[in-house]
């Protein structure tokens, strides 16, 4: 490539980023709406913020916010942080903020035809930035690939099927400390909006048109000798209501076998569209948005 | 402010925003899976938000893709919708993309058929 080509190309590219577009709404791909998934992490880079996520199981209360901001289309930066409240019995209460985490993600691929999405990101717990009584001291460092399918595409003999998604991501966590294992989490949903609107008209309300029904899943599975143990996951079917600005997720905390727990705990979201709340100026990306 | 009072700011401001958020399709007649006696003259489609009229619009086609429109769509406010042509039986595609006023995109395709 000559100079002058590289150049054109270079201007082209800057071009294509910064001519005022129609934007992608967030969790929007194709005619399918990906609400966020509250217990595993979802393929959109996204101006989001949910606050508060508030988690009881295993004798643990964690109080949590997520803030996500797009530098540019398709690459956003999730800051995380919360605080921990642990009443293990027979053990000592401990209570203090947990590490903060840095999760940069982009989205590398897109196929509105198919409702697909694949994207990818590390995310960073900063060991030592929490209180010293319930935050690790070691960094953890989790190179993760995300992706998000819609079954819009099958057939017609299937229709009652398309309103089912999946999402998922697989990554590697890597500690100082040689406790290395793989985080595999995801989510199984069923978009009433999708069935009311491109599959048959159910005549549902408002307010039930919004809800999705999900099972999440989150797994850990130690990678060598250093992990020790088991398996250890937790299933969390519930239900998830996305609004015009904001979404009000529940789920049930479900332990997958007796090494993640003994008893059913819950997941509540608070969680607000930042992008549709100020599409002017905190929800745009910084860099190579819409005007 | 305590937490309580900054959560209620929050849930307010998400709640009574102003409206610019992406476009739901609220309501289509035909609607989606519809079977109907008598063919439609139109497809009308209402949205939960304003939308951009030069990026927004539909497209009907029946099972051997040919497009059954009559003329341009027609958007204005947060409706659109389109005249059809004289519809034989059978089962027809609708198609939409809609832009709000917010730039955010937003489509859907569904079907209804026309009984013999």
Known sequence: ?291 | MNARSFLACLAIMGFAAPAFAHAFLEHAAPAAGETLATPPRQVALAFSEQLEPAFSGVTVADSAGQDVEAGHAVVAGESMSVALKPLAPGTYRVTWHAVSVDTHRTEGAYSFTVKP
């Not at chain 1, 290395?180 to 048109?209: H, K, M, T």
């Not at chain 1, 479900?254 to 705990?265: D, L």
């Open chain 1, 1 to 291: 490539m000559s100079i002058s080509a590289s150049h054109r190309h270079a201007a082209i590219l800057v071009a294509a980023l910064l001519v005022p577009a129609a934007a992608d709404a967030h969790g929007v791909i194709g005619a399918r709406f990906f609400p966020a998934t509250i217990s595993s992490d979802d393929p959109f880079a996204a101006d989001e913020l949910a606050l508060p996520t508030i988690t009881i199981f295993n004798h643990e209360t964690d109080t949590n916010f997520d803030y996500s901001k797009s530098i540019f289309p398709g690459f956003a930066i999730d800051l995380g942080m919360g605080y921990d409240d642990a009443h293990p019995p027979g053990g000592a209460h401990a209570s203090g903020f947990s590490n903060l985490d840095v999760s940069p993600a982009m989205e590398l691929f897109r196929s509105p035809e198919h409702e697909f999405i694949f994207s990818a990101g590390v995310d960073w717990e900063i060991g030592g930035s929490g209180s010293r009584s319930v935050a690790d001291r070691s960094s953890t460092f989790t190179p993760t690939i995300k992706y998000g399918k819609g079954f819009g595409d099958l057939p017609d003999e299937m229709a009652l099927l398309r309103p089912f998604a999946v999402t998922g991501t697989v990554g590697t966590a890597i500690t100082s400390t040689n406790s290395n294992s793989v985080a595999w989490a995801g989510a199984l949903e069923y978009s009433l909006l999708y069935l009311q609107n491109n599959v048959r008209d159910q005549g549902f309300s408002n307010f039930v048109a919004h809800l999705t029904p999900i099972v999440e899943y989150s797994f850990t599975s130690p990678v060598d000798a250093g992990g020790g143990g088991e398996t250890t996951g937790t299933f969390n079917p519930g239900l998830i209501w996305s609004g015009q600005y904001t979404q009000l997720a529940i789920e049930a905390i479900v332990p997958a076998n007796r090494a993640s727990g003994n008893n059913v705990g819950v997941i509540a979201q608070l969680h607000f569209y930042i992008d549709d709340i100020f599409p002017d100026t905190l929800g745009k990306p910084l860099f190579g948005g819409k005007p």
